[in-house]
């Protein structure tokens, strides 16, 4: 089955720096790679996610970039904000035509800390 | 539009009781997944529906766990016997599938049903 191992496992940045998360994964037919933040008390939030057919995706302050090859993804977080400290997972899956999808593997999540 | 919701948001009970755990997912969602995360571990996939018919569940950890989706709408998952090992947080997730000729595969995720045995 899948393994998505994910890396720092805690990550300190001053605000206003950049913060860069990374994954890789084992399983070459996963084909789907979402993001989610997770504050405290509450459920994972998806905030991004990138498709195998696309190399880079980018919204506002957030990017993702996949190297299928290499099979890695990387979340990208530029001018950092306090309201970003959180627990970040990248997770992996199948999709399928249809709107099918298997459930995700998930990593084990980076604590994220915006140092004021 | 109303996000997912499950209940309870925190349960404690005995070694050896039974709860049962519900997920109300996201309105006209077809797709409906039971996440678990045990302490100090990953989130870990348990089991897939789509509407009302199992299509995987090969993360369920024994026979002591029983999910049911009646009608394809909410879902209960099931613990009985309940065993120390069972404690975590459990999460329920929901995807939309095909609509309107478009594939939407997003998971919106529940706040998730702290479970503690005792």
């Known amino acids: 089955g899948e393994n998505v191992e994910q890396h720092p496992s805690t990550l300190s940045v001053q605000e206003g720096d950049s913060a860069v998360i990374k994954c890789t994964y084992s399983d070459s037919a996963s084909n789907y790679f979402p993001w989610y933040k997770q504050e405290l008390g509450k459920g994972p939030q998806l905030i991004i996610d990138?498709?195998?057919?696309?190399g880079e995706k980018k919204d506002q302050r957030i990017a993702v970039t996949l190297n299928k090859t290499a099979k890695h993804f990387s979340l990208h977080i530029t001018e950092t904000q306090p309201e970003d400290s959180a627990v970040y997972f990248c997770?992996?899956?199948?999709?399928?035509?249809?709107?099918?999808?298997?459930?995700?593997?998930f990593g084990k999540g980076t604590h994220l800390i915006i140092q004021p | 539009e109303a996000g997912v919701t499950q209940f309870p948001s925190h349960s404690v009970i005995e070694k050896g009781q039974t709860v049962t755990l519900r997920c109300d997912p996201i309105s006209g969602h077809d797709n409906l997944y039971w996440y678990r995360r045990v302490m100090g571990k990953e989130i870990k996939f348990l089991l897939h529906f789509v509407k009302e018919s199992k299509q995987d569940e090969s993360g369920m950890p024994n026979n002591r766990f029983l999910a049911e989706r009646t009608g394809g709408t909410y879902s209960t998952l099931k613990v009985q016997p309940a065993e120390l090992e069972d404690s975590g947080v459990y999460f329920c997730?929901?995807?939309?599938?095909?609509?309107?000729?478009?594939?939407?595969?997003?998971?919106?995720f529940g706040p998730g049903t702290r479970l503690t045995v005792t």
């Open positions: 990138i498709r195998s057919n696309v």
């Open positions: 997770a992996a899956s199948i999709r399928y035509s249809g709107g099918g999808a298997d459930g995700l593997t």
């Open positions: 997730a929901s995807s939309q599938g095909r609509t309107s000729g478009r594939d939407l595969y997003e998971q919106y």
